[in-house]
């Protein structure tokens, strides 16, 4: 199996762009979920999908950031308008949900940095 | 909440040598605890977990963990150190209620392997 596949691996962008980042979850995988990755606060849980459906969205910082599982194969995280304190490393990781301690699988991750 | 913490920032060690890492959480109940470990620019790869049973875990790369209920640690050994295990190792703990999505993770120990 390729593994959780992300895109882009490095994104640049100036502050008030639109950023969107992708994730291809293992096939097979039910559950996804969106980190961000920051020196100063470690690594942070953004957003957690079940079967598509979000679950869990409480730790998305504010409105500008958004996230959508169109289908089992498929996620984006999107940031409108993007600001320099997003900049980040953001995850993506993928579970098989079949038991009670499910491991996840993460991605390369996409290093964002916003100007 | 539960939450975890990694008290050593960086060690370093030589290799051949013995490591330890350590980890602390704070959880009233039994917590589902777990270690990964990430290589520079990639993601996060799970080394071994615990929920219940025997308190010595076995994980991968020769890694083994020991769950100490009366110090509410978790600790990370390895009894000798190859130049490959260099990387950032995190801890981290469950934090939802045992539905296992929510990983809280420690800031991460960055170990440095001489030779």
């Known amino acids: 199996d390729a593994g959780v596949i992300q895109s882009p691996r490095h994104e640049v962008t100036e502050m008030g762009q639109e950023v969107t980042l992708r994730c291809k979850p293992i096939?097979?995988?039910?559950?996804l979920f969106w980190y961000r990755q920051t020196m100063m606060r470690g690594l942070e849980l953004l957003i957690y999908?079940?079967?598509?459906?979000?679950?869990?969205d409480s730790g998305m910082p504010e409105d500008r950031f958004s996230a959508k599982m169109p289908n089992a194969s498929f996620s984006t995280l999107k940031i409108q308008p993007s600001e320099p304190r997003d900049s980040a490393v953001y995850f993506c990781?993928?579970?098989?949900?079949?038991?009670?301690?499910?491991?996840?699988?993460f991605g390369p991750g996409t290093r964002l940095t916003v100007l | 909440a539960q939450s975890v913490t990694q008290p050593d920032i960086h060690i370093t060690v030589s290799e051949g040598a013995s490591l330890e890492l350590r980890c602390n959480y704070s959880?009233?109940?039994?917590?589902?605890l777990f270690w990964y470990v990430q290589s520079p620019g990639q993601g996060l790869q799970l080394l071994l977990k615990?929920?219940?049973?025997?308190?010595l875990v076995q994980g991968i790369k020769g890694f083994e963990a020991e769950f100490k209920r009366s110090q509410s640690s978790f600790n990370l050994r390895k009894p000798s150190v190859h130049w490959s295990d260099a990387a950032e190792y995190f801890c981290?703990?469950?934090?939802?209620?045992?539905?296992?999505?929510?990983?809280?993770f420690g800031k991460g120990t960055l170990l440095t392997v001489n030779p």
């Open positions: 990781a993928s579970s098989p949900r079949t038991g009670t301690l499910d491991t996840q699988y």
């Open positions: 096939s097979g995988h039910n559950s």
């Open positions: 999908f079940n079967n598509n459906v979000p679950i869990d």
């Open positions: 959880y009233g109940a039994t917590p589902y």
């Open positions: 615990y929920f219940s049973g025997d308190t």
């Open positions: 981290a703990v469950d934090n939802s209620g045992g539905s296992n999505y929510k990983l809280t």
